[in-house]
C-alpha cells in the first residue's frame, strides 16, 4: 500500500501468534479488520444527499478551488460501519476498569450527554444578544459558584479549555500581577518539584519564566527546606500539585505557603488531583493563590480519546482582578459578559483573553449536572470513597509489591518497580500484562521521582468487587514475574487488536497521513 | 590524538587545532534507540556550554552541549540522515560535529578515559 | 448515591484491611485547621428527574438559534449535523476513553486521528496536521509561537481582517513570552487591500497572520503576501474561521501557507455557545518538529500488521517540560471526531455541494437585503458571510430584531467595541440551513426596525 512497509526490517521481534489469529479475511470474530476510510473510496459515493447548486465566480475574488480536495466517498452505512468499528477497538471506561493515575478515571453519567443537547443549550450561538441567553449564563454562573464555594476562592476564570490551559491562566494573572507591581524585570523564577507534571514547567516557560527545581524528600513531599532555600526576590511564584503527584497529601503546605507570601512570591496549585480532597478541604484554606480544576476528572465529563476538557481556574483575592476576558458581570438588565479588556469595570485588570469566546459551555454543563446530582453530601461522600479505594489497593497489594511511601495515600496509589528487581520483568512489561487480563493499565514511569513508577487511581466508581478482581489478578501476575516467566511478559499483550507496536520507526520515519498509492506503471 | 571526556557524556577527539565531537555509549545506552539527530551548520559559532545539537529517542530527548568554544566546520550529515547509524559507532561514524578550538585549554579540566570511565562506575 | 458503587458494610470491611477505623483516618495527613467540620454550604443531592428539570428550565429561558431565523456567524456557523454523527460519536468507547497512551487498546481513537490528520491536510493543502487543538484562536497563537520558532524572529504582523478573538488570544500569548505584533486596523468599506500587511514585513518578522475569508467575509488573495513574507523569510500563516469554504475556495496550501489555523467547529459540531469546538492546524513536512500538539503516526506491530501510535512525543511538555514546544497536553479528540465523521459523509462531493449551497444562499441574502432602505452590502467577495452598513447602530438593531425573535447578524461592535467607526456595521452570515422564509422575515423585520 502506502509508506508503511518501510518499517519492516526495525520491527521488534515477538512471540508466537494468538491463537486463532490466522483467519483468510484477516478479521476475527468480533475484531474487525478495518482499512481507511481513503481505502474504501468509491466514485459517486456520498453519505449525504445535498442539491448541487451551480454558482458564478462573480463573488470569489477569483480565488475558486482550482483542483480537488481529495476527500473519499462513502455511503452512511460505511461510515455507521467503519466508525461502529473503530470504536471496538478502543478501551474506555464504559469498557472496564481504567485505574490510569492522575487522570482520575470515573464514571461518565450519561445525563450529562442528554443535558447538553437540550434544545436552548447545545444549539446558542456564542454571539447572540445577552438578553436572549440569559439562561446560559445563568448556568454558567451557576456552576462558577459551585467551584467558587468547594474551592473557598473569591473569583473563578472560566474560558480556559483544558487543564493545561488553566495553568497557563493562572501562571498569566501571576504574571500580570508582578508586572503590575512593576517587578516583571525582576521577578522572572518559578519553583516546580521534581514530581511535577511535565506540564507545570512547560507553562511557567510559556509565560516567559526560567524554571528552578526542587527535590523532593524521602517521604515523597516537596524538600521545605530545599524551597525556602531557593526563595528570593526573583522568584515569581512556586508551582506545587496537591495532593501531589506521589498520591500523598503535602503535610507542610501551610507552611509552604507562607513562605512563598513572605518571599513576595504567588502560590499556584495544579488541581490535578482535586478529586482527593472535595468538600473536605478548601484550597482556598491552604494559602493558594490559584488553581486549575479538571472538569474532565474531578467532575466526570467525558474525556472523550482525549479533549475536550475544560479547566476553570480559581483565584485568590490578589489575582482576582487580573482574570482574563470574558466574565460574567451582573447588572440592570440581568447578566452579562465583559468580552474585550476595553469594557472592564472599576478595579478590573484583565490580563487579556485566553480563548475564542466564552468557555466550555458543552463540558461546563456537564459538570454541573454531575454536582447537582451528588449535592454537597455526594461530593463529599465520593472524594472520600476515591481515597478509601486507592488505599484499599495499598493495603491488599503492598505486601506483593513494593510501595516507596509510607503511610495513607490520597486518591491514588504509587508503586515503585523494587518488587520486580531481578525478575527481567519491566513496568511496561507488566503493564502490558494487565491488558491481556482486561484491565487498562495505572500510569507508568510517572512521576519521575521513584524508580519504575506505577501509579493507580481507582476512583470512587468501582466496587469492591472489581477492587477485588484486580487485586487477585495483580497478584497472581505479581508471583508469575518472581517466578522467572519472562516470556510471558515480554509478549505481552497477545489479545488485543494490534500488539506492542514499533514507535522507534513511527518517530524515525514518521508517516503522518494517508497518501495515495502511486501508480505503478511497469 | 587526544580524547577527552565530558560530564554531560560526551567526547572530543583533539587533532591539532581541530576537534571531532560526539557522544559516548553511556549516554547512547541512557537515550536507547535514537529516532532524530539534529547536527550544527558550518560556520555557527559556538561557546562552550552552548546548545550544539539534538538528540531524541522515543521516549527521552537532550542537548548536546559544545564541550569547549570555537567555531563548528562539519556537522555530520549522515547521522542526521539516519540516526541508527549512531549505535553502531558512537565513537567513530558516528560523530556529531567538528569545531575549531579558540581555547585549548578549556580541554584541561575534561576526564582522560579512565577517569570517565570511573565517573560512569560510580553513577547508579 | 447512584453513581457510588461502595455500600457502608463495603466501606466498614475495606476500613478495617486498611486498618483505620473512621473517614476521617485518611485524612490524617491534612493539617487540622484545613479541614472542614461540616459540609460545604452548597444544595443537597437531587434524581435524574429534577437535575433534568432544572437543567431544562436555565435552557428554556434562552432563545434557540433553531427556533428562530438565524444569521449569526463571526467565527461560529450553524450547519446542520447529521444524524450518523452524533450517534458514532456517543459510542462509549470513544466517549470515555483517555488519550491513546495504551495504543495496543486505542487503536479505534489512534486510527480516527491519522484519518483526521489526512481529512485536515487535504482540505488546507497542507502536507501534515496535528490532531487538534482547543479552537482556532488558540491555534492562531500557537502558529504564531511555532513560527518564531521557526525562524528565531519576534515579530508578526497581523492582518487587519483577523477575528478580534484570535488577534486577542495571540496577543496575550505573545506579551507573557515577548513577541511583538504590528498590524492595521481594518477598514471594510474597502476591499482588504494585500499592501496594508506587505509593507509591514521587515526582516524581523517572524511570519503575517491573514484569515480568508476575512472577519469581515471577504475573500483574500494570500499569494502575493506570501510571496513577500517569503522574501524576507517570514512565513505565511493563514487562518480560517470556516473551514466549509475550503469546498469552494483555494487552499491556502496552494496559496503558499505555510502554517494553517482554522476552526473546525463546523463541521460535525454543535454552535453550543462557543464551545468546544476543534482548532485546526496544518504546516509543511519540514517544519513538523516545531509543530505544537498530539499527533498520530502509523507504524507497524510485533506481527507486522498495520497499526498507530502517539508520535513525536519529545515535542511536547511530558519529555521536554520547559523547553516544549507548547505546553498543551491535550487535542480536541471528540471534537476531531465529530468533524471527521462529517467530513466522511460529505466526501468529495458532499463538501464542495455544501459549500455551493452556502455560497448560493448567502449570496440571494446579499441580493435581497441590498433592495432594503437603510441596508447597504460593503462585500464585493464574500463566501457565505457578509458585512453590511446599518442605517442605525447596529447593536440597536440586533436587540429589536432579537425581540421580534430573529437572530439577524454579530454587531462588529460586539467584537471591537472601541471602534466607533465601525458601530453601524453588522455581520450577515447564511448556511444552508436558512430558508428563503428565513431571509425573507430578516429583510421584513429590517426594514421595519431601520424605518
Redesign the interface.
Given at each position: 500500500m502506502t509508506d508503511f512497509s518501510q518499517g519492516r526490517t526495525n520491527v521488534p521481534m515477538g512471540g508466537s501468534q494468538a491463537p486463532g489469529a490466522q483467519t483468510v479475511s484477516g478479521s476475527r470474530g468480533l475484531e474487525f479488520a478495518e482499512p481507511l476510510i481513503f481505502e474504501m473510496h468509491h466514485e459517486g459515493r456520498t453519505g449525504v444527499d445535498l442539491p448541487d447548486v451551480p454558482v458564478s465566480d462573480a463573488r470569489l475574488n477569483g480565488m475558486r478551488r482550482q483542483g480537488p480536495v481529495g476527500l473519499p466517498g462513502l455511503s452512511e452505512p460505511q461510515v455507521v460501519r467503519h466508525y461502529t468499528r473503530l470504536s471496538q477497538k478502543n478501551y474506555g471506561i464504559d469498557s472496564g476498569f481504567y485505574p490510569l493515575g492522575s487522570c482520575t478515571m470515573k464514571h461518565n453519567p450519561r445525563l450529562g450527554e442528554k443535558a447538553a443537547r437540550m434544545a436552548g443549550l447545545g444549539d446558542l450561538h456564542p454571539l447572540q444578544p445577552f438578553s436572549t441567553v440569559q439562561g446560559a449564563l445563568e448556568l454558567v454562573d451557576t456552576l462558577a459558584h459551585w467551584i467558587k464555594t468547594l474551592c473557598g476562592m473569591p473569583a473563578v476564570a472560566m474560558s480556559p479549555a483544558a487543564g493545561a490551559h488553566g495553568e497557563l491562566c493562572g501562571m498569566m494573572a501571576i504574571k500580570a500581577a508582578i508586572e503590575d507591581r512593576g517587578e516583571a524585570a525582576t521577578r522572572t523564577r518559578v519553583l516546580v518539584p521534581d514530581s511535577a507534571h511535565g506540564t507545570n514547567p512547560a507553562t511557567a516557560a510559556a509565560c516567559g519564566f526560567s524554571v528552578d527545581s526542587i527535590p523532593a524528600n524521602d517521604r515523597g513531599r516537596v524538600d521545605v527546606a530545599a524551597l525556602k532555600a531557593k526563595l528570593g526576590p526573583d522568584v515569581a511564584g512556586v508551582m506545587l500539585t496537591n495532593p501531589n503527584t506521589c498520591g500523598l497529601f503535602e503535610t507542610e503546605i501551610l507552611d509552604i505557603a507562607d513562605a512563598v507570601h513572605a518571599a513576595g512570591g504567588y502560590f499556584y496549585c495544579d488541581g490535578a488531583n482535586f478529586n482527593a480532597i472535595v468538600g473536605r478541604v478548601r484550597p482556598g484554606d491552604l494559602g493558594i493563590d490559584c488553581m486549575h480544576l479538571n472538569l474532565h476528572k474531578t467532575f466526570a465529563t467525558p474525556h472523550g480519546g482525549g479533549g475536550p476538557g475544560a479547566g476553570p481556574t480559581v483565584l485568590s483575592d490578589a489575582l482576582a482582578p487580573y482574570a482574563p476576558v470574558p466574565y460574567i458581570v451582573h447588572d440592570a438588565k440581568g447578566l452579562r459578559l465583559v468580552e474585550r479588556q476595553a469594557d472592564a469595570g472599576e478595579g478590573e485588570k484583565p490580563f487579556g483573553r485566553i480563548k475564542g469566546f466564552h468557555g466550555q459551555m458543552g463540558v461546563f454543563i456537564r459538570a454541573l449536572v454531575y454536582m447537582m446530582s451528588h449535592g454537597a453530601e455526594g461530593l463529599l461522600q465520593s472524594s472520600t470513597d476515591a481515597v478509601l479505594n486507592a488505599n484499599y489497593l495499598r493495603a491488599r497489594l503492598g505486601d506483593v509489591m513494593s510501595v516507596p511511601f509510607d503511610g495513607i495515600c490520597m486518591h491514588e496509589v504509587l508503586f515503585d518497580d523494587a518488587f520486580l528487581h531481578d525478575t527481567g520483568v519491566t513496568t511496561l512489561d507488566f503493564a502490558k500484562a494487565m491488558i491481556d487480563e482486561g484491565f487498562h493499565p495505572m500510569t507508568m514511569y510517572f512521576p519521575l521521582v521513584v524508580h519504575g513508577a506505577l501509579l493507580m487511581e481507582p476512583t470512587e466508581s468501582e466496587s469492591k468487587e472489581t477492587l477485588d478482581g484486580y487485586v487477585a489478578t495483580l497478584r497472581a501476575l505479581t508471583e508469575r514475574a518472581k517466578a522467572g516467566d519472562v516470556q510471558f511478559f515480554k509478549d505481552a499483550p497477545r489479545l488485543t487488536p494490534r500488539r506492542r507496536l514499533d514507535e522507534t520507526t513511527a518517530a524515525r520515519k514518521p508517516v503522518l497521513r494517508w497518501t495515495p498509492p502511486v501508480e505503478d506503471n511497469a | 590524538m587526544s580524547v577527552k571526556y565530558t560530564q554531560d557524556h560526551e567526547w572530543i577527539a583533539v587533532a591539532g587545532d581541530t576537534a571531532t565531537v560526539g557522544i559516548t555509549d553511556y549516554a547512547l545506552a541512557q537515550l536507547g534507540d535514537l529516532v532524530f539527530v539534529e547536527v550544527p551548520e558550518a560556520g555557527r559559532t559556538l561557546s562552550k556550554g552552548d546548545e550544539a545539537a539534538v538528540v531524541e529517542s522515543v521516549k527521552a530527548a537532550s542537548e548536546v552541549y559544545a564541550p569547549v568554544s570555537g567555531e563548528v566546520t562539519e556537522g555530520n550529515s549522515a547521522i542526521a540522515d539516519d540516526p541508527s547509524t549512531v549505535s553502531g559507532d558512537p565513537a567513530g561514524s558516528g560523530w556529531f560535529f567538528k569545531m575549531t578550538l579558540s581555547d585549548p585549554s578549556e580541554l584541561d579540566a575534561m576526564m582522560d578515559a579512565d577517569a570517565y570511565k570511573a565517573y560512569v562506575d560510580g553513577l547508579d | 448515591?447512584?453513581?457510588?458503587?461502595?455500600t457502608d458494610v463495603?466501606?466498614a470491611?475495606?476500613?478495617a484491611?486498611?486498618?483505620?477505623e473512621t473517614?476521617a483516618?485518611?485524612?490524617?495527613?491534612?493539617?487540622r485547621?484545613?479541614?472542614?467540620s461540616q459540609?460545604?454550604?452548597?444544595?443537597?443531592?437531587?434524581?435524574?428527574m429534577e437535575?433534568?428539570r432544572?437543567?431544562?428550565?436555565?435552557?428554556?429561558?434562552?432563545?434557540?438559534?433553531?427556533?428562530a431565523p438565524?444569521f449569526?456567524g463571526?467565527?461560529?456557523y450553524?450547519h446542520h449535523i447529521?444524524a450518523?454523527v452524533?450517534?458514532?460519536i456517543?459510542?462509549?468507547?470513544?466517549?470515555?476513553?483517555?488519550?491513546?497512551?495504551?495504543?495496543?487498546?486505542?487503536?479505534?481513537?489512534l486510527?480516527?486521528l491519522?484519518?483526521f490528520?489526512?481529512?485536515v491536510?487535504?482540505?488546507t493543502g497542507m502536507?501534515?496536521?496535528n490532531?487538534?487543538m482547543?479552537?482556532?484562536?488558540?491555534a492562531c497563537a500557537e502558529a504564531v509561537l511555532m513560527a518564531g520558532r521557526v525562524t528565531r524572529r519576534h515579530r508578526a504582523v497581523l492582518a487587519g481582517g483577523l477575528?478580534?478573538?484570535?488577534r486577542?488570544?495571540t496577543?496575550?500569548?505573545a506579551?507573557?513570552?515577548?513577541f511583538d505584533l504590528v498590524g492595521p486596523d481594518s477598514d471594510p468599506s474597502h476591499p482588504a487591500f494585500a499592501a496594508s500587511v506587505i509593507d509591514l514585513i521587515d526582516d524581523n518578522t517572524a511570519c503575517v497572520v491573514v484569515q480568508?475569508p476575512d472577519v469581515f467575509g471577504?475573500?483574500?488573495?494570500l499569494r502575493p503576501i506570501a510571496e513577500a513574507a517569503h522574501a524576507r523569510g517570514a512565513l505565511l500563516v493563514a487562518v480560517t474561521t470556516e473551514i466549509l469554504s475550503?469546498?469552494?475556495?483555494?487552499?491556502p496550501g496552494?496559496q503558499g501557507a505555510d502554517i494553517v489555523a482554522a476552526?473546525g467547529q463546523s463541521l460535525g459540531n454543535?454552535?453550543?455557545?462557543?464551545?468546544?469546538?476543534?482548532g485546526l492546524f496544518a504546516t509543511r513536512a519540514s517544519l513538523?518538529?516545531q509543530m505544537p500538539g498530539?499527533?498520530?503516526?502509523?507504524?507497524?506491530?510485533?506481527?507486522?500488521?498495520?497499526?498507530?501510535?502517539l508520535?513525536?512525543?519529545?515535542r511536547?511538555?511530558?519529555?521536554?517540560?520547559?523547553?516544549?514546544t507548547?505546553?498543551?497536553?491535550?487535542?480536541?479528540?471528540?471534537?476531531a471526531?465529530a468533524f471527521s465523521?462529517h467530513?466522511?459523509?460529505?466526501?468529495?462531493?458532499?463538501?464542495g455541494?455544501?459549500a455551493?449551497?452556502n455560497?448560493?444562499n448567502a449570496?440571494a441574502l446579499a441580493d435581497r437585503l441590498t433592495t432594503v432602505p437603510g441596508v447597504e452590502v460593503l462585500?464585493?467577495?464574500?463566501?457565505n458571510e457578509f458585512t453590511v452598513r446599518l442605517s442605525k447602530p447596529a447593536m440597536d438593531v440586533?436587540?429589536a430584531l432579537?425581540e421580534r425573535g430573529i437572530?439577524g447578524g454579530?454587531p462588529v461592535s460586539?467584537?471591537?467595541?472601541?471602534r466607533t467607526d465601525l458601530k453601524d456595521l453588522m455581520l450577515v452570515a447564511v448556511t444552508?440551513l436558512n430558508t428563503g422564509a428565513d431571509m425573507d422575515a430578516l429583510a421584513n423585520a429590517l426594514q421595519e426596525v431601520l424605518s
Open positions: - | - | 448515591m447512584r453513581y457510588l458503587p461502595l463495603d466501606r470491611k475495606m476500613r484491611v486498611i486498618g483505620i473517614d483516618d485518611l485524612y490524617a495527613d491534612v493539617p485547621s484545613a479541614l472542614l459540609p460545604v454550604d452548597l444544595p443537597g443531592p437531587q434524581g435524574e437535575v433534568e432544572a437543567i431544562a428550565a436555565l435552557a428554556a429561558k434562552n432563545l434557540s438559534s433553531a427556533k438565524s449569526l463571526a467565527g461560529a450553524r447529521p450518523t452524533d450517534a458514532m456517543q459510542r462509549g468507547e470513544f466517549l470515555t476513553a483517555y488519550t491513546p497512551y495504551q495504543p495496543e487498546i486505542s487503536q479505534g481513537t486510527q480516527m491519522f484519518e490528520q489526512t481529512q491536510a487535504m482540505l502536507e501534515v496536521a490532531a487538534s482547543y479552537d482556532g484562536a488558540t477575528h478580534p478573538h484570535y486577542d488570544v496577543a496575550t500569548s506579551h507573557f513570552i515577548g480568508t471577504r475573500i483574500i488573495d475550503l469546498g469552494l475556495l483555494e487552499s496552494a476552526e454543535p454552535l453550543g455557545f462557543g464551545g468546544p469546538y476543534v513538523v518538529r498530539r499527533v498520530a503516526g502509523q507504524t507497524l506491530d510485533v506481527e507486522g500488521q498495520r497499526g498507530w501510535v508520535t513525536l512525543s519529545t511536547e511538555q511530558h519529555i521536554r517540560r520547559e523547553k516544549a507548547s505546553n498543551i497536553c491535550t487535542n480536541s479528540g471528540l471534537c471526531l465523521i467530513a466522511a459523509l460529505l466526501g468529495e462531493e458532499g463538501l455541494r455544501l455551493r449551497i455560497h448560493a449570496r462585500n464585493e467577495s464574500f463566501f440586533a436587540d432579537a437572530l454579530v460586539r467584537l471591537l467595541p472601541e444552508e
